[in-house]
């Protein structure tokens, strides 16, 4: 049996950036990315927490150390400039792989700036 677990997690950066006119896809800053363990073209989904927009789209690089998160083609009509955002990137492994992995979880300030990076969330408390 194969599943689907969280690979890695970009939790609440800024859209800095939508072009609608770019060729699909979003930009995120090289430097976020290689943190993170996204790679380019890696299918990624966004959940835009503004907006409650939740797509499919793929990570492409942006200049190292820009910041920059820019949502672009089709996806610009779902994300603005200013917008909150989850970026997920997600691996299918099987049962015993599954047992040991750790996602990369990455936090954001409203600058883009890493304030942290873990391997867990916390238990929800009742």
Do not use: W
Not at 59 to 86: F, K, Q, T
């Amino acid at each position: 049996m194969q599943i689907t677990m969280l690979k890695a997690k970009l939790h609440r950066a800024t859209v800095t950036r939508s072009e609608l006119g770019y060729e699909g896809s979003c930009a995120i800053d090289s430097t976020i990315l290689d943190l993170a363990g996204i790679k380019e073209y890696e299918q990624i989904q966004i959940y835009n927490i503004n907006n409650g927009e939740r797509f499919t789209t793929y990570a492409i690089r942006a200049e190292a150390g820009s910041g920059i998160l820019s949502v672009n083609g089709a996806a610009a009509r779902l994300a603005c400039p200013g917008d909150l955002i989850i970026v997920c990137a997600y691996a299918i492994l099987d049962q015993k792989e599954a047992e040991s992995h750790k996602p990369t979880l990455v936090y954001f300030n409203d600058k883009n700036e890493v304030l942290r990076s873990s391997s867990s969330i916390p238990v929800q408390l009742a």
